[in-house]
C-alpha cells in the first residue's frame, strides 16, 4: 500500500439532509488527491445496523415506485421513514441519545429514499462529476478546483450498483436491465446520470452522475472567468437578437450545454422557445414561454421510442420562435436542424466536434 504524505488542500463539513458529513481532501502520492469522506457518530458497525433494517423498514413503509416523482408522495413518505426508524432504533438500541437518534434516522432516509452515502457526495456543491467504477474500484469525483479525486468510498457490490441504477431509472420510467445495459436518467435535483452493466462495462456496474449546479452558469460567470471575452459574448447577443442560428461545439465536458444555457438570458421575452434534449440540463430565465421536450427510450419490447428527432420534427408543429437542440448526434438530427433553420426558426444547439473546422466538417458529411 502507498504511504500517503497528508497534506491538506481543503477541508469542509456538509449537511447531507440532515446527517453531517465531514470532508477533508489530502494530497497524496497516488497521483490525485484523495476525498475522504467521514460521517461523524456514524461508525462501521451502526451502518451495517442500518443496513440489516431495511427489509423490516420495506415492510412498515412500502414504497409506490409508480408515485415516487410525485413530491408531495416523497415528503410525506421522508416523515414516515423518520417515524419508522425512530420506533426501530428504540427496539434495537434502547437509550440512544435524541441527537444520535437524529443522525441515524436521516441516515436512514438517504438510505431508503436517497443513494445511500452517495448523498454526501451529492451535497458537495465543489464537485461536478461523480464517478461509480464498479465496486471494485474506490469511487472517483471531479472537484472544481482539484479535477479527480478519489474518495475513501467503495460501493457494496456490483449488485448495489445495480440496485441504485435501477431505483435511479425506475422514478423516471427507464429501465437498465442485460438486455437494454446502458442508461440515461436523471436524479430529482436535475443530475445527470448515466449507468451501464457488466460485461459491456468490462470492469462492472458504473454509474457517472454529472452535478445539477445550483446556480447555473451565466454569461457574466463565464466573462469573468475568461471563458470568452466581451466582445464575444456581444458577438452572441447581436447574433441572438438578429435570430442567427448557432451550434457550439466542443469535446467531452467542455461546457457546450452551459454555454447553450447562458445563451438563455439572451433571447428576447417575446419568443415561444422549445428544448429538446435527452435528459433534462437546461434552465431558462423565469420570464420565457418555455416548452422543454425530452426524449424516450424503448421498452423492453422495443415500444414507445421517442428520439430527438422526432421531438424535432413535432417541435416544428408547435409554432417556436426559437429551438433548442441538447445534442446534434446523427444525420437525421442535422438534417432536421438545418430545415428547421430554412423554414425561418433559430435554433441552438450543441455537437460534439474538436473545433470550428471540424463542426463544418461533422455538419457537410456523414456520419
Ligand atoms: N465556462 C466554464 N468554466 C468553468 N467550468 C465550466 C464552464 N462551463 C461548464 N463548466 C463545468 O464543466 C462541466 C461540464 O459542463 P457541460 O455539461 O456544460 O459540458 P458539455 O460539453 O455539455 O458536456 P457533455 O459533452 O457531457 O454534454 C460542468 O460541471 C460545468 O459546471
Ligand atoms: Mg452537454
Not at 497528508?6 to 494530497?27: F, S
Not at 436518467?185 to 460485461?199: H, K, M, Q
Not at 456581444?234 to 465536458?253: H, K, M, Y
Not at 420562435?321 to 442535422?334: H, Q, Y
Request: hydrophobic residues 40%.
Amino acid at each position: 500500500m502507498a504511504e500517503y504524505t497528508q497534506k491538506i488542500l481543503a477541508e469542509y463539513n456538509l449537511d447531507a439532509h440532515g446527517t453531517t458529513v465531514m470532508i477533508q481532501i489530502v494530497e497524496s502520492s497516488d497521483f490525485v488527491p484523495l476525498y475522504n469522506v467521514t460521517f461523524p457518530g456514524i461508525g462501521d458497525a451502526t451502518k451495517l445496523l442500518v443496513m440489516s433494517l431495511r427489509s423490516e423498514l420495506t415492510a412498515m413503509v412500502p414504497i409506490d415506485p409508480a408515485r415516487l416523482e410525485d413530491k408531495r408522495y416523497l415528503t410525506a413518505l421522508n416523515v414516515k421513514y423518520l417515524d419508522a426508524g425512530n420506533i426501530l432504533i428504540d427496539k434495537y438500541v434502547p437509550g440512544t441519545s435524541s441527537e444520535t437518534k437524529k443522525l441515524l434516522t436521516s441516515y436512514i432516509v438517504n438510505m431508503m429514499l436517497g443513494l445511500g452515502d452517495l448523498e454526501a457526495l451529492l451535497a458537495d456543491e465543489n464537485l461536478e462529476e461523480i464517478a461509480v467504477n464498479g465496486a471494485k474500484d474506490y469511487i472517483w469525483v471531479f472537484h472544481k478546483e482539484l479535477g479527480w479525486c478519489k474518495t475513501n468510498m467503495k460501493p457494496a457490490s456490483d449488485n448495489a450498483i445495480y440496485d441504485q441504477a435501477s431505483a435511479i431509472g425506475r422514478r423516471i420510467g427507464r429501465e437498465i436491465n442485460n438486455l437494454s445495459p446502458l442508461m440515461d436518467a436523471e436524479l430529482a435535483d436535475g443530475s445527470r446520470v448515466n449507468a451501464t452493466l457488466y460485461p459491456v462495462s468490462q470492469g462492472g456496474n458504473t454509474i457517472t452522475i454529472r452535478k445539477f449546479s445550483k446556480n447555473p452558469w451565466t454569461m457574466t460567470a463565464m466573462i469573468k472567468n475568461g471563458t470568452l471575452s466581451i466582445e464575444l459574448a456581444s458577438l452572441v447577443w447581436l447574433c441572438i437578437q438578429n435570430e442567427i442560428s448557432l451550434l457550439f461545439s466542443g469535446g467531452t465536458a467542455s461546457g457546450k450545454t452551459s454555454f447553450l444555457n447562458a445563451c438563455s438570458m439572451f433571447f428576447p421575452a417575446t419568443r415561444r422557445i422549445i428544448s429538446i434534449e435527452e435528459t433534462r440540463e437546461l434552465q431558462l430565465p423565469g420570464f420565457a414561454q418555455w416548452i422543454p421536450m425530452v426524449s424516450r427510450d424503448p421498452n423492453p419490447e422495443g415500444k414507445g421510442e421517442i428520439t430527438l428527432y422526432r421531438l424535432m420534427v413535432n417541435a416544428l408543429r408547435q409554432r417556436p420562435d426559437i429551438m433548442l437542440i441538447g445534442e446534434v448526434r446523427t444525420e437525421k438530427d442535422a438534417e432536421t436542424l438545418f430545415e428547421a433553420i430554412h423554414t425561418g426558426h433559430s435554433v441552438y444547439g450543441t455537437v460534439h466536434a474538436d473545433n470550428a473546422q471540424d463542426t463544418i466538417v461533422r455538419m457537410t458529411n456523414p456520419p
